[in-house]
C-alpha cells in the first residue's frame, strides 16, 4: 500500500519567514494531495490541494509544489503569521478501484511561528 | 451551518465496556470516514464508507465496527474496548463517493480505556 513520509516533524520559525514541509509517497499511481492544517482542540481543515496533472498551485500565501518523479510534494507558507502556527498534515490518495476510498496521511508537522 | 459532528467530545471508559462513537454530517456527503490520531503516527484510517451500505477497512480495522445505514451518519463501534484504543478519533466526509476532494473533519473524540 501507499507510505507516506513527512518531514520535518517539528519546525520553528520567526515571524515573516518562510516555512517548507515535504512529503514523499511510494506509490507512483497515486494522483490526489492534499494538506490538512490542525489547530488546537479542532478537526482538521483542507488548506490547499493538488493532482497529478499538475506541478504547482499557490493560494495567496501558501503554495504546492509536486514532483511526480521523485515523488515528493512541499506545502510553503510564505510571511508566516503567529496564526500559521498549528500541526500540518499531507496525505496522498491511490485510484485502485480496491483501495478507492483510502488515503494515507504523513505523520504532521508541528509549526510554531514565533511573534 | 455545514458541519461534521461527533459525541461524544470526551470519555473515559473501562476496558470490555461496548461504546459507539456517533458521527453525523449535515452536507450530503458520499463518503465518509474514521481515524485515530496518536503522537507521532499521524491520522491512521480506520474505516471508511463510500455511500449507504457500503464500508470498507482501512489500515487499522482491528477492534473496530462501523456502520452505514444511512447517508448522514457513520457510527464507530468499540465492542470490547481496550487500552491500545486510547486515542483521539476524528470522523471526515467528503462530497465525492471515491474520497477525492476536501475532506471535512469533525473536532474529534478524545478517548480513553483503563
Known amino acids: 500500500g501507499e507510505n507516506v513520509e513527512q518531514h520535518p516533524s517539528t519546525l520553528s520559525v520567526q515571524e515573516g519567514d518562510s516555512a517548507v514541509i515535504k512529503c514523499t509517497y511510494s506509490d507512483s499511481a497515486s494522483n490526489y494531495f492534499p494538506w490538512y492544517k490542525q489547530e488546537l482542540g479542532k478537526g482538521s481543515q483542507l488548506i490547499i490541494d493538488?493532482?497529478?496533472?499538475?506541478g504547482e498551485k499557490k493560494d495567496q500565501r501558501i503554495a504546492v509544489t509536486l514532483n511526480k518523479t521523485a515523488k515528493h510534494f512541499s506545502l510553503h507558507i510564505t510571511e508566516t503569521q503567529p496564526e500559521d502556527s498549528a500541526v500540518y498534515f499531507c496525505a496522498a490518495r491511490t485510484p485502485y478501484n480496491t483501495n478507492a476510498g483510502k488515503s494515507t496521511f504523513g505523520d504532521g508537522t508541528t509549526l510554531t511561528v514565533k511573534p | 451551518e455545514a458541519q461534521v459532528t461527533q459525541n461524544p467530545r470526551y470519555l473515559i471508559t473501562v476496558t470490555g465496556k461496548k461504546l459507539t462513537v456517533t458521527c453525523s454530517q449535515n452536507m450530503n456527503h458520499e463518503y465518509m470516514s474514521w481515524y485515530r490520531q496518536d503522537p507521532g503516527l499521524g491520522l491512521r484510517q480506520i474505516y471508511y464508507?463510500?455511500?449507504?451500505?457500503?464500508?470498507d477497512k482501512g489500515d487499522v480495522p482491528e477492534g473496530y465496527k462501523v456502520s452505514r445505514k444511512e447517508k448522514r451518519n457513520f457510527p464507530l463501534i468499540l465492542e470490547s474496548p481496550s487500552p491500545n484504543q486510547t486515542s483521539l478519533y476524528f470522523c471526515?466526509?467528503?462530497?465525492?463517493?471515491?474520497?477525492?476532494?476536501?475532506?471535512?473533519f469533525g473536532e474529534g473524540s478524545r478517548l480513553t480505556v483503563l
Open positions: 464508507s463510500m455511500n449507504v451500505e457500503v464500508t
Open positions: 471526515a466526509s467528503s462530497l465525492s463517493g471515491t474520497g477525492i476532494g476536501e475532506l471535512f
Open positions: 493538488i493532482r497529478s496533472n499538475v
